[in-house]
Every structure is written in structure tokens, then in C-alpha cells.
């Protein structure tokens, strides 16, 4: 069982930024695509930035630019760095882990709300 806790989550006025941190208990991390996702109020939850376990990164082409994830397997947690935020990006951001190997796992985090706003 594998537990993601994210933190860093709040208020930010436009062009502002704010970094995101999701923690994750076990030891399938390193082995593991991390993903942030995120989900506005009245809409599906869409990709936002993902790292596979050789650190290659993909971008949703709204946060290109803007956003950066990052990993440290020696801490089992995974960063998004979000700058000049838009009112936009108000969404709840989730992390995920997901592992493909012998077996499938994919676990979530509980969310943190992000609001952008002046």
C-alpha cells in the first residue's frame, strides 16, 4: 500500500507561483511514473505534468512554460513549481504514482487546492 501526501497548496494573486510537494510511503517510488493532476470545479481531471522513472517530463500545453516537475528519489517525493499562475490553473491538484511492472499500481493523493486570485 502505498500513501501520497501532497502539501504547498493556497492563495496566490495572478503571476504569482507556488510549489507543490507529494510524499509518497513505500518503496515503489523510484520505480514509478509521478504525474500532478487537477481538477476544476465542474470539470474532469486532466494531466498536468507527469516524470517517468528516467526523468523525462511531459507538459499539458496550458502550463508549458510555466510549470516544472521534478523528482528526488532519495526523498520519495516529486515537486511541481508553478509560476505566473492564472486564475485558470484554480483547480484541486492531485499527485499520482503509477507503477507498471509484474502488476499494476495506481495510487492518488488526497488532493490541495490551488486558487488563483486577486
Known amino acids: 500500500q502505498v500513501q501520497l501526501v501532497e502539501s504547498g497548496g493556497g492563495l496566490v494573486q495572478p503571476g504569482g507561483s507556488l510549489r507543490l510537494s507529494c510524499v509518497a510511503s513505500?518503496?515503489?517510488?523510484?520505480?514509478?511514473?509521478m504525474g500532478w493532476y487537477r481538477q476544476a470545479p465542474g470539470k474532469r481531471r486532466e494531466l498536468v505534468a507527469r516524470i517517468t522513472t528516467r526523468s523525462t517530463t511531459n507538459y499539458a500545453d496550458s502550463v508549458t512554460g510555466r510549470f516544472t516537475i521534478s523528482r528526488d528519489n532519495a526523498k520519495n517525493t516529486v515537486y511541481l513549481q508553478m509560476n505566473t499562475l492564472k486564475p485558470e490553473d484554480t483547480a484541486v491538484y492531485y499527485c499520482?504514482?503509477?507503477?507498471?511492472?509484474?502488476?499494476?499500481?495506481?495510487?492518488w493523493g488526497q488532493g490541495t487546492q490551488v486558487t488563483v486570485s486577486s
Open positions: 513505500g518503496s515503489l517510488f523510484r520505480f514509478s511514473t
Open positions: 499520482n504514482l503509477y507503477y507498471s511492472g509484474t502488476s499494476v499500481y495506481d495510487y
